[in-house]
């Protein structure tokens, strides 16, 4: 079945430091993936998408690139701040549902 | 209202018995879902709705669980006999259409333990 994975489970990082957690779906056929930041107890939170038909997308301190010749989704924090400490989530829209993947919980040391 | 609206927060309840997880929806969001979370883990994709019918609905665990949607606003997700595996937080989000660039917008669950 489909399904959208993360290739590290948890990150750490100095702050200030900046952050890479990548992603790898398998549908090909996917035209929308979204970045969720979910911190304890709480629902995931948007940060950023991006649709197929774009390589690259910023927010504020953040970057998600998008590589469909290898299936590959990554998202870059710069200037991590303890802030940003959570599990982070990718997601591919198939349809008219989100496939999410196992997420990495990205730890920021002070 | 401003949010996605989830009820109860935490929900106790006794191997057996049946229960009703209720969720809002941002106001004018024709799209509706509903996902599991086991500790530590992704989210598991259960159903989805856009207006009042649920075109997938592939992600039900079994015929114990079952979810309508009423008026396209207010959607309940319904567990029958529960069982102890069905500890879990139940997490809803609603987007402003189906489509493939709309974003989804979750609450923050309800968090269900069966003793």
């Known amino acids: 079945g489909e399904s959208v994975g993360l290739h590290l489970p948890t990150l750490s990082v100095q702050e200030g430091d900046n952050s890479i957690i990548n992603c790898a779906y398998s549908n090909s056929a996917s035209d929308y993936f979204i970045w969720y930041k979910q911190e304890s107890g709480k629902g995931p939170q948007f940060i950023i998408d991006i649709r197929s038909n774009m390589d690259k997308r910023q927010g504020q301190r953040v970057t998600v690139l998008l590589n469909k010749t290898v299936k590959h989704l990554s998202l870059q924090i710069a200037a991590t701040q303890p802030g940003d400490s959570a599990v982070y989530f990718c997601a591919e829209k198939d349809g008219g549902k989100l496939i999410f993947g196992q997420g990495t919980e990205l730890s920021v040391k002070p | 209202g401003a949010g996605v609206s989830q009820s109860p927060s935490n929900k106790v309840t006794e191997k057996g018995k049946d229960v009703e997880l209720r969720c809002d929806p941002i106001?004018?969001?024709?799209?509706l879902y509903w996902y599991r979370q086991s500790l530590g883990q992704g989210l598991e994709f259960l159903i989805y709705?856009?207006?009042?019918?649920?075109?997938?609905k592939s992600g039900l665990p079994s015929d114990r669980f079952s979810a309508e949607r009423t008026g396209g606003s207010v959607s309940t997700l319904t567990i029958q006999r529960t069982q102890q595996e069905d500890s879990a937080v139940y997490l809803c989000?609603?987007?402003?259409?189906?489509?493939?660039?709309?974003?989804?917008?979750f609450g923050q669950g309800t968090r269900l333990t069966v003793v």
């Open positions: 709705f856009q207006g009042n019918s649920a075109p997938d």
């Open positions: 106001s004018g969001h024709t799209a």
């Open positions: 989000a609603s987007s402003l259409g189906g489509g493939t660039s709309s974003t989804a917008f």
